[in-house]
């Protein structure tokens, strides 16, 4: 859908035309008793409307285009789905139109005033990240609350969509669940993806199987990830990962990953690849089913301790292989703690809670993210240069879901803030 018709969807929904405007191409006169439902999925966009079009009142769906001749276009002539609208709206009228069973359709230029399209024209051509930047700090501060405790909720549902769909693939085993989710946020960001991958070619089980050895777990998670093929490499722990890898692979049936997959370019070496996983592999040894002791620890300090553990002693020394270091501790920070409390822990807490009914739960990861601190970010610093200072992490995670959802898909019509701003007399003055 291009913007044109976007905006035309919005005046209708919110009756932003004058009234007394909408006309038939024949000369009746529609009066709206009720827009409809808009259809966000296949079919007419607004289902059950009630319009009265000359002195006959007709209930039914109503159909939006830029222009008349894209009815054609989508083939909804051919389509009997289409045979229930009742009045189709149009910025600009290049034909008539007949559903498939060959009868005219009622069609009225949808009118678009001045100022709306001027704001909207301003919201959505803007090349800025966010292009009601000059506005929003001066906005009614009540209107934008609302607005972040709904984007907040928004992103857990959309991280629940995510959950349910690796429940399906792991027959709802929720510790497999929380090791694959766990294990793709030790990416934090820009490795998530290949961190992800790993955890979802290498089963909990296997691990699980040697959490008495953590060398054996090294060696699972280091050769899985494609990090242990160089064979020229002369370190001696490297050899012995190596070996126990080519044994382990073959006991599993395992095939590695592409090493190169796994990126440290621009990245800081505390946080290479290579620490991550050596992070990760002592948390697991210790952990084991973390999963169910999530559940039962309920204070976010005690939370944090589940998850930070120190990696075995040659990474003290090294943040990649073969190469020394000075000596320095390698266990998770507190804000990365956060971060795993943030991306993990709160949205696992909030679709387990739906899936058992169990409401506490999705109330515990609510007051966690109102507990833990606001993440700092490009995405999230974006909003506070234009003075939208996030107080808590529920905040900084509605403020990458209105970023990431609305801001770069540039769907300000479908946004509170932009909802506010297109019929604003000052966004062009």
């Not at 739906?354 to 909003?383: G, I, Q, W």
């Amino acid at each position: 859908m291009n913007s044109q018709e976007q905006l035309l969807h919005y005046v209708w929904k919110y009756r932003l035309y004058p009234r007394e405007s909408l006309v038939t191409t024949d000369g009746c006169r529609v009066e709206v008793i009720d827009p409809g439902e808009q259809n966000l999925h296949a079919g007419p966009d607004f289902f059950n409307a009630k319009v009265r079009i000359g002195e006959v009142m007709w209930a039914g769906n109503v159909e939006i285009h830029g222009a008349s001749s894209e009815w054609y276009l989508h083939g909804h002539h051919l389509d009997p789905v289409y045979n229930s609208v009742v009045l189709h709206l149009t910025g600009r009228v290049n034909k008539e139109v007949v559903n498939q069973k060959g009868e005219r359709v009622p069609q009225s230029v949808l009118p678009l005033s001045e100022k709306v399209r001027e704001n909207a024209d301003y919201l959505l051509h803007s090349d800025h990240p966010l292009p009601c930047r000059d506005f929003i700090a001066e906005m009614d501060q009540r209107l934008i609350r609302f607005w972040l405790d709904d984007l907040s909720l928004e992103r857990l549902e959309r991280k629940c969509e995510e959950i349910n769909s690796h429940l399906q693939r792991f027959n709802h085993s929720w510790d497999e669940v929380f090791y694959v989710i766990l294990s793709r946020n030790f990416g934090f960001g820009l490795n998530s993806r290949p961190f992800e991958l790993l955890a979802l070619s290498l089963p909990l089980n296997y691990i699980l199987r040697h959490n008495d050895d953590l060398s054996m777990i090294e060696a699972l998670l280091f050769g899985q990830a494609g990090l242990l093929e160089d064979s020229e490499l002369n370190d001696p722990y490297y050899r012995r990962l190596q070996s126990d890898y080519r044994f382990l692979s073959t006991k599993y049936g395992l095939r590695c990953m592409e090493g190169f997959l796994f990126r440290k370019m621009r990245i800081r070496p505390y946080s290479f690849p290579h620490v991550r996983i050596a992070q990760l592999a002592s948390l697991l040894q210790h952990s084991g089913r973390l999963f169910s002791t999530v559940l039962e620890t309920e204070n976010p300090v005690r939370l944090m301790e589940l998850f930070r553990y120190e990696p075995s002693g040659y990474w003290s020394t090294h943040y990649s292989f073969g190469t020394e270091s000075p000596k320095t501790t390698k266990s998770l920070g507190d804000a990365s703690l956060e971060i795993l409390l943030i991306n993990t822990v709160a949205p696992i807490l909030f679709a387990y809670g739906r899936s058992t009914d169990r409401e506490e739960c999705c109330e515990r990861a609510l007051r966690l993210l109102h507990t833990l601190k606001p993440e700092r970010n490009a995405m999230v610093d974006t909003f506070r240069e234009v003075g939208i200072q996030p107080a808590n992490a529920s905040d900084s995670q509605a403020l990458i879901q209105l970023r990431k959802e609305y801001c770069d898909r540039k769907k300000c019509l479908y946004c509170r803030i932009g909802n506010t701003l297109l019929t604003s007399p000052e966004i062009n003055q």
